[in-house]
């Protein structure tokens, strides 16, 4: 090949600068979005997990408890104390849906889905605005030694 | 006249060079402040729930005689802070909720204590020389009870029913 004929590609590489730059800022808002999904997962775990621990005390039935020494909770205490403590949090405006709580004796298993919002994929023509994540935490009494 | 070749391809060369830079020092920006935001919000949660489960566990003699406990929790908030590396000066950690069952404010069996903590992540970060500017506030809030049941806390629980 002559260097006549090598000359229109003089240059080019400078041009791939740019395309470099943007291709490291996509990587890079990519990174970002998916660490606010993490850390909405976490945050959700959070609030399990505080919603859990004081369910596991506050829903217990105290007629029960005073009378037999039983330590039971009541399912339908144990549900409105974890619907105050999901309410109260400042991230009730991000649940996908009511929380799930499970009652066994003195259990209680709560279960949260919370939306998750992108913010530079949310610019992207077709993608997705956000995703859901879920957490799951578990509360047992036990009695102190 | 001697050909310059050395201006060949320059025309679709050189003229990127400000622009890449331009994308390269926005974008930069762009995503250092909203990770910025997003470390803050980590740290800020954690200093919240930390005050929270520190002032609910403490020990306190009567309702209205808390702040010694206040300030335990608020030092707990701070340190947790500290840990993932932000500024006191830059933070707030502060009770704004303690409410019993039965409206009355006070350390009670089954009272919710609120603690919000705040970061003011800075506009620009550098390393080694700090952060400048007042950017965002960061904010998180975290609510815990105080347990019905256990010892150290004043009054009864059956209120909590």
Sequence with gaps: MTRAERQPDRGSALMLMPAGLLIVLVLA???????????????????AAAAANDAATAGVDQGRLRTTHDYVLDPERTRAVVEDVVAASELAPQLAGPPV????????RVELVLEADYIFADVVPGAPDGTEVTASATATAVTAP | MTRHRGDHGQVGGIEVLPFGLLVFVVGT????????????????????????RRFVEADVPAAGDFGDAEAAARRAGYEALSAHGREEARSSVELTGLESPGGEAGFSR??????????????????????????LEVTSRHAELIDPYRDGVPGSAEACS
């Design chain 2, 29 to 52: 920006l762009l995503v250092a402040n909203v990770w910025a935001v997003v470390d803050a919000k980590l740290a800020v949660d954690a200093a919240a729930r930390e005050a929270a």
């Design chain 1, 29 to 47: 808002s990519i990174a970002v979005d998916m660490s606010l999904v993490h850390l909405r997962k976490r945050q959700a775990f959070e609030l």
């Design chain 2, 110 to 135: 089954c009272a919710r204590a609120t603690f919000t903590a705040r970061y003011d992540v800075p506009v620009l970060r550098l390393p080694w020389i700090g952060g400048f500017g007042s950017g």
């Design chain 1, 101 to 108: 709580v499970t009652v066994t004796a003195a259990r209680v």
